[in-house]
């Protein structure tokens, strides 16, 4: 059985959750604090699936990792933030959590992240870049613009020499 315990003070942010959710957890409860999700806990030892937000009015989310870790049954435990830092995502590693995900989050990323649906494809799509020369002469073009087509404000914008700028200015622009 698939039980999730959401964790999160913002009422409006929990029930979409439990909305996007619902087809695929078996039970989802919801808390709005660390006492209650305790007590909700006690009462149902089945949950194994845990989504907590770090800020909470009663305390820090980290607070709950190591509690559901020291319990018996094995969980999966993502904390949602919305002030994310390295040292939080650290610690929270360390104390036992499975991912570390930052809101506005999507559906499909928490489903991953339990390891519920296929990994997310973050690959790059196929877009020609253009070459370093190109990127030169298109900025070249733009700071000439923005000194109003003057070589001499426009090389010391440049750190260049005016001559130099003259040079690559009779060059016809690079293709991509």
């Given at each position: 059985m698939k039980n999730l315990l959401i964790l999160d003070d913002d009422?409006?942010?929990r029930s979409s959750l439990k909305i996007n959710l619902v087809n695929y957890f078996d039970k989802i409860i919801e808390s709005e604090s660390i006492s209650?999700?305790?007590?909700?806990?006690?009462?149902?030892?089945s949950t194994n699936y845990y989504l907590i937000?770090?800020?909470?009015?009663?305390?820090?989310?980290?607070?709950?990792?190591?509690?559901?870790?020291?319990s018996t049954i094995k969980a999966r435990i993502i904390i949602l933030t919305a002030y994310s830092?390295?040292?939080?995502?650290?610690?929270?590693?360390?104390?036992?959590?499975?991912?570390?995900?930052?809101?506005?989050?999507?559906?499909?990323?928490?489903l991953s992240s339990f390891?519920?649906?296929k990994k997310l494809s973050k690959s790059i799509p196929d877009v020609k870049l253009p070459s370093?020369?190109?990127?030169?002469?298109?900025?070249?073009?733009?700071?000439?613009?923005?000194?109003?087509?003057?070589?001499t404000l426009t090389a010391k914008a440049l750190n260049m020499h005016r001559r130099t700028l003259q040079r690559k200015l009779q060059k016809k622009p690079v293709k991509s």
């Open positions: 009422k409006l942010f209650d999700a305790r007590k909700k806990i006690s009462k149902n030892n937000d770090l800020n909470l009015p009663d305390g820090n989310g980290l607070q709950l990792i190591k509690e559901i870790c020291d830092s390295v040292a939080t995502a650290v610690e929270a590693m360390k104390l036992g959590a499975d991912d570390y995900l930052i809101k506005p989050v999507l559906t499909d990323e928490i390891n519920l649906v370093a020369k190109r990127v030169e002469w298109e900025h070249i073009q733009r700071i000439l613009k923005e000194n109003n087509f003057n070589i």
